[in-house]
Nanobody, 124 residues
Framework: QLQLVESGGGLVQPGGSLRLSCAAS????????IGWFRQAPGKEREGVSC????????YSADSLKGRFTISRDNAKNTVYLQMNNLKPEDTAVYYC?????????????????WGQGTQVTVSS
């Protein structure tokens, strides 16, 4: 059974860093696009970044480039989201999702399998 489990969220002060992990089970990450998304209270789900697990190509939202970096470790069947210089507006539930459609995109409709999410709170 295909499953994605996020971890690494928590409470961090503004300017701090967190690294989120997305561990896959029931399938190997090869030849998928894995995306990170976030949803803040009262807001729509927003695409953050995605990576092709076969080529390593990435795509990130322009507003987050320079602060957020996506990477993968296929040997560990895990995708990471390194978040630096965090701001209060980054507070949200962060989800990872898998797409087997081979398109490097953060449009949620392209992603069929979703994790349960991990809470990130940026506050002093």
């Amino acid at each position: 059974q295909l499953q994605l489990v996020e971890s690494g969220g928590g409470l961090v002060q503004p300017g701090g860093s967190l690294r989120l992990s997305c561990a896959a089970s029931g399938f190997t990450l090869d030849y998928y696009v894995i995306g990170w998304f976030r949803q803040a209270p009262g807001k729509e789900r927003e695409g953050v970044s995605c990576i092709s697990t076969s080529t390593g190509s990435t795509y990130s939202a322009d507003s987050l480039k320079g602060r957020f970096t996506i990477s993968r470790d296929n040997a560990k069947n895990t995708v990471y989201l390194q978040m630096n210089n965090l701001k209060p507006e980054d507070t949200a539930v962060y989800y990872c999702a898998a797409s087997y459609r081979g398109v490097l995109t953060t449009l949620p409709d392209f992603f069929a399998s979703w994790g349960q999410g991990t809470q990130v709170t940026v506050s002093s």
